[in-house]
């Protein structure tokens, strides 16, 4: 991997551990708490985040995965806690996603970060090295969400 590259996936390392270090005081019980004056709650957030990396990759490669489908029902934009099902993760299930997903991302797509694919309709992203900048950027937006609904709880 490229020096840039390898800034990249560090950076992801550690935007995902500032994420599970705020959570590290968070019960399965405040995970499910919507406070007054917010949509979702620390879960939607954690499963969003979750889903958001995957999304805009197979959104650029144009790739089919099942479970995202699946994930986006739950926790895709415009989604609430209102569309969980039974079979939605847990709080500790989430978690546990979110600690391997990096690596994850990493395994599967590092080799083809600077592949170009066809541009498509969401926004100006040829390849997965852009989208995971992007995720980056979004996955900071929902620490700054799940801290502020810890605030309030």
Same mark, same amino acid.
């Given at each position: 991997?490229?020096?840039?590259?390898?800034a990249?996936?560090?950076?992801?390392? $550690?935007?995902?551990?500032?994420?599970?270090?705020? =959570?590290?005081?968070?019960? %399965?019980?405040?995970? @499910?708490? &919507?406070? !007054?004056?917010?949509?979702?709650?620390?879960?939607?957030?954690?499963?969003?985040?979750?889903?958001?990396?995957?999304?805009?990759v197979?959104?650029?490669?144009?790739?089919?995965?099942?479970?995202m489908?699946?994930?986006?029902?739950?926790?895709?934009?415009?989604?609430?806690?209102?569309?969980? $099902?039974?079979?939605?993760?847990?709080?500790s299930? =989430?978690?546990k996603?979110? %600690?391997?997903?990096? @690596?994850? &991302?990493? !395994?599967?797509?590092?080799?083809?970060?600077?592949?170009?694919?066809?541009?498509?309709?969401?926004?100006?992203?040829?390849?997965?090295?852009?989208?995971?900048?992007?995720?980056?950027?979004?996955?900071?937006?929902?620490?700054?969400?799940?801290?502020?609904?810890?605030?309030?709880?």
């Amino acid at each position: 991997m490229k020096d840039r590259q390898v800034a990249l996936f560090q950076s992801l390392e $550690t935007y995902r551990q500032y994420l599970l270090d705020d =959570l590290e005081d968070v019960t %399965e019980e405040m995970a @499910e708490i &919507i406070p !007054k004056g917010f949509r979702n709650n620390i879960r939607w957030n954690m499963g969003h985040t979750y889903l958001d990396q995957y999304l805009w990759v197979l959104a650029v490669t144009r790739e089919k995965d099942e479970k995202m489908k699946t994930f986006n029902k739950w926790f895709g934009f415009g989604t609430t806690p209102a569309n969980f $099902t039974e079979e939605t993760p847990t709080f500790s299930q =989430l978690k546990k996603m979110l %600690e391997n997903q990096i @690596e994850d &991302i990493k !395994k599967r797509y590092a080799h083809r970060l600077e592949e170009e694919y066809p541009p498509t309709s969401m926004e100006h992203y040829t390849t997965i090295e852009q989208v995971l900048v992007r995720t980056a950027f979004h996955e900071g937006m929902h620490i700054q969400a799940i801290n502020d609904i810890k605030r309030c709880i």
